[in-house]
């Protein structure tokens, strides 16, 4: 079974931050050093989007223009876990934030298309 769990989520104030953490399980993560990680948000009554994303060995990271000097991704491949900071948060953050994996090392493809598993998602509110 391939899982991928976010978690984290809460309801914030403007200004506030949030760590999300997604741990990957089963047999399909046994590597899950060999798999691009990234975030994507779907606000209500909007399509998915992408927000973040990282490369095998962390060198490589890519950020949606709007959460870049706020958001930092990060990943933790001892514990097949993907974090994404949220500092200074808006309410215009405010989503249902989906973690994804990526049978390959093209993180800088930001489209949901090249992603191949996906979390449940976790929801983060930000009030004014």
């Known amino acids: 079974q391939v899982q991928l769990v976010e978690s984290g989520g809460g309801l914030v104030q403007a200004g506030d931050s949030l760590r999300l953490s997604c741990a990957a399980s089963?047999?399909?993560?046994?590597?899950?050093?060999?798999?691009?990680m990234a975030w994507f948000r779907q606000a209500p009554g909007k399509e998915r989007e992408f927000v973040a994303a990282i490369s095998w060995s962390g060198g490589g990271i890519y950020y949606k223009d709007s959460v870049k000097g706020r958001f930092t991704i990060s990943r933790d491949n001892a514990k097949k876990t993907v974090y994404l900071q949220m500092n200074s948060l808006k309410p215009e953050d405010t989503a249902v934030y989906y973690c994804a994996a990526q049978q390959g090392d093209r993180a800088w493809l930001t489209s949901e298309t090249f992603y191949d598993y996906w979390g449940q998602g976790t929801q983060v509110t930000v009030s004014s």
């Open positions: 089963g047999r399909t993560f046994s590597t899950f050093s060999r798999y691009a």
